[in-house]
């Protein structure tokens, strides 16, 4: 396919960026450094917490809730405590610590300027270690996310940036903290452009990408290098084991499906209850409490469960009790507005569901199952299935279950996304009035260009005349011609028929009202007027319109700016949307099969 005629788009790129990428980039670097801090500080904030509250000892490693035995009563009140505690921070700190972080985080980019207050980065990651340290059935991620997209925000603010510069420095610390959580700095990256970032731009990848690499570089000696839950065993994969993949998606999406309907469930039911929000976390506390009575091993972020889930040494009895359990703690306690995260969870429960599935499905290997739950799970609740995919191989380093995850994960996105309009992030968002779409396509404005669209036959007006000979003109064109009538802009041409200014019709019906209809077009018009060119996309001239608060522009030749070509004007940029929409909506068959018949002989008379 040749170049279209005429068209020379070599002032066009793949990408618009500029070096100020690397300054931002640079400015991560300090970061990426302090998210895997934040990191490191929570987690050991959770385990002093946990080791205090429920083993009556100082020590800062990370231990489960329920791995030993605890007087009921601690069991009980502890997460009542908790929540009371957090009730108190969030109604005389900061509201904005309630929640599991990330539908914060997204709100913070989108509609707060990126401007994330120094309170919140204080308070949230105190008010989640409360949550967890005293049984909540949450993960550290989501308030590291916020944490670390705070710290980069703050970062940010003191310096003169954009919005969108504050936004990529925010991003890159809520992902550089998340890459030091997990060691999973590619699934930190895939979650970042999935949910956090809302665009695929060098200019804010390339930080980004840049602050997830120091997080991951300075956890190493922070928290080590291996997988967080390493494989064990090798995979025997089958035709069959590929199909069963679609069901356990399916499954996943499902379980999904139940596990966000009754976060927001719990949340309705909350805001009918006759007491102040406050009290709300302490009362999802003893929801926490009397789960953690009936399965202990639910409470807490529950890394051990997740690993025994994933060596295939957990029991039947204990993972029905852990699926069961935890998806009902965990949803109807963060319907409460109380601190914690949605990763963790969603990898317990999705390895349960997997684990469930292992005692049905042909054996391939340890934990595999579970792992393709786990990623299916998450798929579904966080609409994530790149991320879900990622994160599970991280995890686990398991690359060869590569294919399966990518079965599983999609199945249960696409199951995920028929049922339900929003995701377990959103839907807080939707319920403040707000809209959030996170389908990211091609902007038909980018493809069509000006000369595409625009009017080329239009009427101009000589430098000498007067705004009255102007304004007749006009008025004495044939009602016919449709075009020159609403043009409404008009460009002034000298002798030599080059653009020397522009003239709106209203311009001229002003001065011949106000009896000024001796001065001449060219006094009248502007005489620098905003213009454009027959090569340039339509997206750029809607950006240039909108800068200068036009509807209507001259295009004028490039070589030649006096030589005007046509005009422009904001409903001719409709033409990209409705090229766009024709392509979704208009069917058409292509191709054709034509059946090719052999000829009949005529038949030869009888003699």
Not at 219 to 247: E, I, K, N, S
Not at 525 to 550: I, K, N, S, W, Y
Request: aromatic share 6%.
């Amino acid at each position: 396919m040749g170049p279209a005629p005429g068209r020379d788009v070599s002032h066009l790129g793949d990408f618009t960026v500029s070096s100020r990428m690397l300054a931002i980039a640079a400015l991560a670097v300090p970061v990426g450094a302090a998210s895997a801090g934040v990191s490191w500080a929570l987690l050991r904030l959770i385990g002093l917490i946990t080791n205090a509250v429920f083993y009556g000892r100082l020590g800062t490693a990370l231990v489960a809730p329920g791995s030993g035995h605890h007087n009921p009563a601690v069991v009980l009140l502890a997460p009542v405590a908790g929540g009371l505690v957090i009730g108190l921070m969030a109604r005389y700190g900061s509201e904005k610590i309630r929640g599991h972080g990330m539908p914060e985080a997204i709100e913070a980019i989108l509609l707060g300027g990126s401007k994330v207050q120094p309170r919140v980065a204080l308070l949230k990651p105190v008010s989640a270690a409360i949550a967890i340290g005293t049984g909540g059935p949450f993960g550290a991620e989501g308030p590291i996310i916020m944490t670390g997209g705070a710290v980069g925000s703050l970062f940010a603010q003191f310096l003169r940036l954009t919005a969108d510069e504050r936004k990529t420095l925010l991003v890159a610390g809520a992902a550089g903290g998340m890459a030091a959580t997990f060691n999973s700095p590619f699934a930190a990256l895939m979650l970042a452009v999935e949910l956090l970032l809302f665009e695929w731009r060098p200019r804010s990848y390339v930080p980004v990408a840049v602050a997830v690499c120091v997080a991951a570089i300075v956890r190493q000696p922070l928290l080590g290098t291996t997988a967080l839950f390493p494989a064990v065993g090798v995979l025997h994969l089958t035709y069959g084991v590929f199909a069963l993949c679609v069901v356990s998606g399916i499954a996943a999406g499902l379980l999904a499906l139940v596990a966000t309907v009754l976060v927001y469930a719990a949340e309705d039911a909350f805001r009918r209850l006759p007491v102040h929000w406050m009290w709300w976390p302490a009362i999802g506390g003893l929801i926490i409490g009397i789960g953690g009575l009936i399965v202990p091993e639910a409470l807490g972020v529950g890394y051990n469960i997740i690993g025994a889930e994933l060596d295939g040494s957990i029991g039947l009895g204990l993972v029905a009790g852990i699926l069961l359990i935890k998806t009902l703690i965990w949803s109807l306690s963060l319907g409460s507005g109380t601190s914690g995260g949605v990763l963790a969870p969603m990898f317990m429960i999705g390895g349960a569901l997997g684990t469930m599935e292992s005692h049905v499905f042909p054996a391939v290997g340890p934990g595999f199952w579970a792992l393709i739950g786990l990623a299916g799970v998450l798929g579904g609740v966080m609409r994530s299935p790149f991320t879900g995919v990622v994160f599970a191989i991280e995890l686990t380093h398991r690359l060869d279950a590569l294919l399966p995850l990518i079965i599983g994960a999609t199945t249960a996105y696409a199951v995920s996304v028929l049922v339900l309009k929003r995701s377990v992030l959103t839907e807080k968002i939707a319920r403040r009035g707000y809209h959030l779409s996170r389908e990211y396509d091609v902007d038909p404005l980018e493809i069509l260009f000006i000369g595409e669209v625009m009017e080329r036959d239009i009427l101009t007006f000589e430098a000498h005349l007067t705004a009255e000979e102007a304004l007749a003109a006009i008025s004495d064109i044939d009602p016919a011609t449709v075009n020159a009538r609403r043009q409404l802009l008009y460009p002034v041409v000298g002798d030599t028929d080059r653009l020397i200014a522009v003239v709106t019709r209203s311009q001229l019906e002003t001065a011949v009202h106000q009896d000024d209809h001796c001065l001449t077009v060219a006094d009248l018009g502007l005489t620098d007027p905003v213009v454009t060119h027959p090569d340039q996309t339509l997206r750029a001239v809607a950006t240039a319109m909108a800068e200068h608060a036009v509807d209507r522009m001259p295009v004028v030749d490039r070589d030649d700016p006096t030589r005007i070509v046509g005009l422009i004007t904001l409903t001719m940029l409709l033409a990209g949307r409705l090229r766009d929409l024709q392509e979704a909506r208009d069917t058409a068959r292509v191709l054709h099969l034509r059946v090719i018949r052999p000829r009949r002989r005529p038949s030869t008379p009888a003699a």
